[in-house]
C-alpha cells in the first residue's frame, strides 16, 4: 500500500491543486519542518491529480494556504504522532512557519475537503462495518519499544488494556468495546508512550479518548456512543492520565531533549 498521501496548495486567488505523493506519508512532519517555501517546492514537484485518497488509504495529508497563511497536517506515524515528540514537533512546525497557523487535521483527508468546501463523505470507507480491535497480552513484544505502536484503554479505576494502534481505535467500537474487554488480557499498569487511549467510565456513562493520529470522523463519536457523554481530548493525553488513577502512566517527557531530537531526525531525512 506504501505511505501515500495527499497534499493540497491552495492559492491567494483561493483556487487549489491537489498533488499525490506514494511515499510520502511518513516524514511529512519532518519535510515541512523546512518551512514554507521549501516546502511548496517540494509539494509542486509532486505529480498534481484529482485522485482524493480516502480514510484506509491516506496515511498522512497536508495542506498549504498561501492566501490565509494556513498549514493543516496529519500523519499515522513519525514524530509527530510519538507521544515524547508530539509537542516538540509541532513547536518547531510553528517556529519554521512565522505567522502562520499550524493546525492537526483529526480527522484525516476528509478534513481538508471541509476546509476546502468540499463534501467530506467523499472520502469515507463507507465498508466499514465493523471495528478491529487487536488486544496485547502484557509481555507483547511491541510494549517495550521506545515507541510503539500501541492504544491504551483504562476503564473505570481498576482496569487496563492494551491495543495495537495498527488497527482501528477502539474508540470507535461503541459501548460494544466494553464485551469486547470482558475477556481481554488485563494490564497492572501501561507504562508505555501509547499514540492513543480510550477511558471509560461505566457508572456515569462518560467516555474521553485521545489520538496522536488521525481517526475518521473524529468530530462524530458521540453517534458510536448513544446515551454515552463523549470527550474528544484530540491530542491532550494528559486528560487520560488525569482519570485514570493511575492506571496510565507514560515516561515523563523531557521537552528541550524532545526538541534536539526531532531536529536530528529531520536533519537525517532531509540526508
Same mark, same amino acid.
Given at each position: ?220 463519536? #458521540?453517534? /458510536?456512543?448513544?446515551?454515552? $457523554? =463523549? !470527550?474528544?481530548?484530540?491530542? *491532550?493525553? &494528559? ?5 485514570? #488513577?493511575? /492506571?496510565?502512566?507514560?515516561? $515523563? =517527557? !523531557?521537552?528541550?531533549?524532545? *526538541?534536539? &531530537? ?7 531525512? /532531509?540526508?
Amino acid at each position: 500500500m506504501g505511505d501515500r498521501a495527499n497534499f493540497v496548495v491552495v492559492r491567494e486567488s483561493g483556487e487549489h491543486e491537489l498533488y499525490l505523493s506514494r511515499f510520502g506519508a511518513v516524514g511529512i512532519d519532518l519535510d515541512l519542518l523546512a518551512g514554507p517555501t521549501a516546502a511548496l517546492a517540494m509539494v509542486e514537484a509532486l505529480p498534481a491529480t484529482d485522485w482524493w485518497l480516502d480514510d484506509v488509504h491516506c496515511q498522512g495529508a497536508a495542506l498549504i494556504d498561501l492566501g490565509r497563511k494556513v498549514l493543516l497536517l496529519f500523519a499515522w506515524e513519525g514524530s509527530s504522532t510519538e507521544l515524547r515528540h508530539r509537542a516538540a514537533t509541532l513547536e518547531l512546525l510553528r517556529e519554521a512557519w512565522p505567522g502562520w497557523e499550524v493546525r492537526w487535521l483529526y480527522d484525516g483527508n476528509a478534513e481538508v475537503r471541509a476546509y476546502l468546501g468540499l463534501d467530506p463523505a467523499f472520502v469515507r470507507d463507507r465498508d466499514a462495518a465493523t471495528c478491529h480491535v487487536m488486544l496485547l497480552e502484557p509481555d507483547d513484544e511491541e510494549l517495550a519499544e521506545p515507541e510503539p505502536m500501541i492504544a491504551v484503554l483504562t476503564v473505570g479505576s481498576d482496569q487496563c488494556f492494551v491495543a495495537s494502534n495498527a488497527n482501528d481505535h477502539p474508540v470507535l467500537a461503541g459501548p460494544a468495546l466494553l464485551d469486547r474487554l470482558a475477556d481481554a488480557p488485563e494490564h497492572e499498569v501501561c507504562r508505555a508512550a501509547a499514540q492513543a487511549g480510550v477511558h471509560v467510565d461505566p457508572v456515569r456513562r462518560r467516555v474521553g479518548w485521545w489520538t496522536l493520529g488521525a481517526t475518521a470522523e473524529a468530530y462524530e463519536m #458521540a453517534e /458510536r456512543w448513544p446515551g454515552w $457523554t =463523549v !470527550e474528544f481530548w484530540q491530542d *491532550r493525553w &494528559e486528560e487520560h492520565v488525569r482519570v485514570a #488513577a493511575d /492506571r496510565f502512566q507514560p515516561p $515523563t =517527557v !523531557e521537552s528541550e531533549l524532545a *526538541r534536539e &531530537e526531532v531536529r536530528a531526525a529531520a536533519e537525517r531525512h /532531509r540526508r
